[in-house]
């Protein structure tokens, strides 16, 4: 192994920092479905530090952006940080390209079924919906695995090309009534849509945005590729935090010119979000791997090893589950503190509960993949 490797690498062959920003993506992900976020953006707390927070664990409603917006791109960053990882231990280790093409397209397939399947689950009945993350993430996995082997040049090319693909199809796409590219539901989005749905979102999302999002997956895969190779820690640094400043500077800077709208995944936001992608990064790189501030990230790090699971756990009842259980305790005990607060614990409760869960797997050595 090279001289960096105590800066990169477990002893198991992970790096620490990765797992820490899974985990604590995921855990902030599941904290949505104990309703907490949607309590504190409620009208009890307007005005107030916590209504701000509230705030900001809540989407944008369209141009702009708040801290909620970047915990897509963080799940797509992150897988793409872990491909160089896994992929390159099983090319090592002998396994032939067309063998992990294989895993990449079973994967692929799998992500796209389960992500089609959660929105089948809420109505009862067969539909067909492809806006959900995992539907998106099956297809800039596939697509990143078949361009992680070029030239690190060839892959940056190809996610501009992306982006650019992205913004001329929006706007100069000529059919009327989805000619606007910036006005919800009337875009070019929204007519593939109706051309491959039949309906339309009703928050604006679109599936398109697996397209531009490909980015994400895609610039994990490069940082990733530097934090395996053999270069000092503190080059790394200096090349991520570069990376993710221009990122920053360029996608505000385009804001004026092309919004910044998650909700159709644009350009801007592609790029802006892409910088804060790679300065999270970077930042728990330097704290966890170089300056080896390691204790306290297990509690964040269990919630990332099973993240599929607690995703779709939490995504098809469990937390309601979960609230049914809790909630009966807690309303009775925290009674005197009244209802909003008795709620909130509720809440903390439940989140508490589905981290156990987590912890419950992590001690039997169960962890769900694909």
């Known amino acids: 192994m090279d001289k960096t490797t105590d800066y990169r690498l477990t002893p198991e062959g992970r790096l620490m920092s990765l797992d820490f920003f899974r985990g604590i993506t995921m855990f902030l992900l599941i904290g949505e479905a104990t309703e907490l976020y949607s309590q504190l953006a409620g009208p009890a707390f307007q005005g107030t530090f916590l209504g701000a927070i509230g ?21 797509m960053f992150i897988v793409g940080v872990a491909m160089p990882f896994s992929f390159g231990r099983r090319w090592e280790h002998g396994d032939t390209w067309s063998v992990t093409f294989r895993h990449a397209t079973f ?43 070029k030239s690190a040049r060839a892959q940056i090319i190809f996610t501009f090309m992306l982006l650019a693909l992205s913004e001329g199809l929006y706007r100069l796409w000529p059919m009327p009534g989805f000619n606007e590219p910036f006005v919800p539901d009337r875009n070019f989005g929204s007519w593939m849509d109706l051309l491959l749905m039949g309906k339309l979102s009703r928050g604006h999302w679109v599936a398109f945005n697996a397209v531009p999002t490909t980015a994400h997956t895609m610039w994990g895969v490069l940082a990733g590729q530097l934090l395996r190779n053999t ?17 920053l500077a360029v996608g505000y800077a385009l804001d004026p010119v092309t919004p910044i709208i998650k909700r159709i995944c644009t350009s801007s936001f592609v790029i802006v979000t892409g910088g804060w992608c790679l300065l ?27 993240s599929l699971f607690i995703y779709m756990f939490t995504n098809t009842g469990g937390s309601e589950w979960f609230h049914r259980i809790a909630k009966p305790f807690t309303m009775g005990l925290f009674v005197w503190a009244g209802e909003l607060n008795a709620s909130a614990v509720t809440s903390l409760v439940v989140w508490g509960m589905l981290w156990y869960l987590c912890f419950w797997l992590y001690k039997r050595r169960i962890f769900i993949k694909i």
Not at 58 to 74: A, C, K, M, S, T
Not at 115 to 128: A, D, E, Q
């Open 280 to 306: 999270a990064l970077v930042f728990s790189y330097w704290l966890i791997d170089v300056k080896k501030v390691q204790r306290w990230t297990f509690f964040f790090n269990i919630v990332g090893m099973n």
């Open 107 to 149: 994967r692929s397939a799998m992500l796209l079924l389960f992500g089609w399947g959660l929105y089948c689950i809420g109505p009862g009945r067969i539909t067909f919906e492809l806006w959900n993350v995992l539907a998106q993430l099956s297809f800039t996995y596939f697509v990143a695995f078949l361009m992680m082997r």
């Open 231 to 247: 270069k000092s820690p503190g080059r790394k640094i200096k090349a991520l935090v570069l990376a993710g400043v221009v990122g």
């Open 55 to 75: 705030t900001q664990m809540e989407h944008h409603p369209w141009n702009g952006l708040r801290f909620w917006d970047l915990i897509q791109p963080f799940f």
